[in-house]
């Protein structure tokens, strides 16, 4: 008799946007007129950068010819794009990371989830609340915790408050120890950034205890003070307890594209029961290979012309676009008055709900009267209650029309 | 202190292919004028049919522009793919597979392997011995086998033989239940097809023992009888005990280009430990939507071309093409007094190796003495010594330079 995985059935109701998608799909079905405008789901909605297209449209017309037709690529990765990231996301910012630390994959999502394939099961693992979903669903399907209690809150997690109240920093733990920690900054959902004395904070702290730190550094384009980390490895000593997650997703708009990376640098290990060191770019190495069979040759060629001159212009145009979206927001969000946060170093903009409404009140509310949809901040997290994430991630058109609707039905 | 998953340490040596090419590396190195012909890894070498490029290269265009840009798909693939995947490969041969129950997916591999994850660590697994090593890879990262012996064989997998006393066919056990079975026709590495009756028989079996198949059909496109099924769905109550995995790799050689099918009807279930009965449909909705996030839309546009009626006729040219290498191969092989299987159904052809080589000794002397390199059949598993793979995926020219150098040195 073939047995399931039981750990899923503790997984709360649906994963967070397929149930935004839900309640969407249902409204529209229920009003087909109305003009709904998603500033929900951190989708990219400009068109990809014209060198990527080009990359693309080159190596497409590669595969129509035996004598350029590319077959099974290395699992990791084409070393002319591992060592275009290697050189201008790290090498160029003091980073001493090389080409084969790095590899290619598909998404940051399936990565921030895969990497436990290589980690035990009697890790202590902390995350942030509010947080990205992945890092804790794919904890519980991984049998990591317990059940989940009323509030969402799954036994056996840490969860570090980033709240308004202590500025949405994570705090380091002082009264429990740690095995692994989960950091995204700038961050989803609060549009947070981490200073290089925070994350040097929680590089410190991992070497005290032998921790993994799981940087999410997807958003690092939208970083405008350049005396902020983009990546943990600008911090000292990260290369002894931290892997960095990066996407194509949010810079070049590769959400539909499919393109990402995973730095684990050699130096990186972790103990196996007989207290021996085994070093995880080997394990990762080895999954990648069983498990992967690497991300297509087109899109890597477009992912590569990111580093390009004229891609480097692009992906600096559309950030800055949506950075002007997130400016409009936070501006009309705070005359309509409202408290916001984030949206400065992040495209997205994190609300307080006004008093008296819940995350998924305030979904509801601005879905059915100004036929907008956000994302309900306890959807996060226990402690994002009260919270709604606003994405820059839509036209300015919208972006403007979406402000005036929010404005006239919730003038506070 | 973070901790690894010590199951990996146990994984033998390096996975098949990775192996492989580190000997060709090295071989090459040494020998920079050597001119290699690979007939190794399965991997395709004509170009892809132009109706898929013709697809890929206007989805790119769509992406240059924001009102046909596409961001984020359904995790579970576009409905205008799945729903060709429905007709075409599964309604028009019988099958009652709704579009809904298909998942696109960036690979087979990929997919064979996460299946896992959503199923229970206490299952009793059968493979067939010579098998796909990533069956088997797998289900030890996920600690689901002892240790390896000396044959390779790990503690806790049933292996059923799969070798020319039997006829390649995989028979059902007899004397120990199992909850898990793989099985992969047309087959890799033994070339080896099922008959209608011998699916039945398993699926009788695993009906019986409330027992799931894991199917494999990657090469069902090289199927040449037309009596002979592609699906295990076109046998009688497969829906109730089947996952069929299917690839565009082998047929439209999309094995640099990623894309593949998995098939999981919605009346299959599986049970948790109180008995109740779980579908595996909602389970693997689940983990894709949560650890996956589709399938590269341009990618997507290129297989949904392979259905068209000039994709169609090019994937057909695609497989005649390696199927006369087949023949070719065999021909030539048996000429030369050697004893070879399969490459009739499928692009695998089985070499006994001569008397007294095992399946290593004939891969270093075939890349010493011809330059040619093939696949040892005991990296397939113990019933693979003595075995040796040839693939059919290469060019006319190459097969038979390949053919005339191995008959030169091999001749028995």
Same mark, same amino acid.
């Given at each position: ?10 997984? +709360? ?56 037709? +590319? ?12 060592? +275009? ?246 501006? +009309? ?80």
């Amino acid at each position: 008799m073939v047995k399931i995985n039981e750990n899923y059935l503790k997984l +709360k109701a649906g994963y967070l946007f397929p149930e935004i998608a839900r309640r969407v799909n249902t409204f529209a079905e229920n009003n087909p007129d109305a003009d709904i405008i998603k500033l929900g789901i951190g989708d990219v909605t400009e068109p990809l950068p014209q060198a990527c297209c080009d990359a693309m449209a080159k190596a497409v017309d590669e595969m129509r010819d035996r004598a350029t037709f +590319k077959g099974y690529g290395p699992e990791q990765g084409y070393p002319w794009l591992r060592e +275009k990231i290697a050189s201008h996301d790290y090498q160029r910012r003091g980073c001493d990371i090389d080409a084969s630390e790095i590899f290619i994959s598909d998404g940051s999502k399936c990565d921030t989830g895969n990497i436990l394939d290589i980690l035990g099961d009697d890790n202590a693992i902390a995350v942030t609340d509010p947080v990205y979903p992945v890092y804790v669903d794919t904890n519980v399907m991984a049998g990591h915790t317990g059940p989940a209690n009323d509030e969402g809150k799954y036994e056996g997690l840490l969860y570090i408050p980033i709240t308004a109240d202590n500025n949405f920093t994570a705090k380091v733990p002082t009264d429990q120890k740690v095995d692994l920690i989960y950091l995204c900054f700038p961050n989803n959902p609060t549009g947070a950034v981490a200073t290089k004395e925070h994350l040097q904070e929680w590089v410190n702290y991992a070497k005290s205890v032998d921790a993994l730190i799981l940087f999410d550094a997807a958003y690092e384009a939208y970083i405008t003070d350049d005396s902020l980390p983009h990546s943990i490895y600008e911090v000292e000593g990260a290369k002894d307890c931290a892997i960095e997650f990066r996407s194509f997703s949010k810079n070049a708009g590769f959400t539909g594209t499919r393109c990402a990376l995973t730095v684990i640098p050699k130096t990186l290990t972790a103990k196996a029961s007989d207290g021996s060191e085994v070093q995880l770019w080997q394990l990762w190495n080895r999954r990648h290979s069983t498990k992967f069979n690497g991300v297509s040759y087109i899109v890597q060629r477009g992912a590569e012309a990111v580093y390009s001159e004229q891609g480097q212009a692009e992906v600096k145009a559309l950030v800055n676009f949506y950075l002007e979206n997130a400016k409009i927001i936070r501006e +009309k969000l705070t005359a309509a008055g409202l408290t916001v946060y984030g949206g400065i170093h992040a495209p997205y903009i994190w609300v307080q709900a006004p008093e008296g409404l819940s995350s998924w009140d305030l979904f509801d509310k601005l879905l059915n009267a100004a036929n907008i949809v956000g994302t309900p901040g306890s959807g996060f997290g226990a402690a994002g209650e009260g919270y709604f994430r606003i994405s820059a991630f839509n036209s300015r058109e919208n972006v403007n029309e979406a402000m005036k609707r929010i404005t006239e039905n919730l003038k506070v």
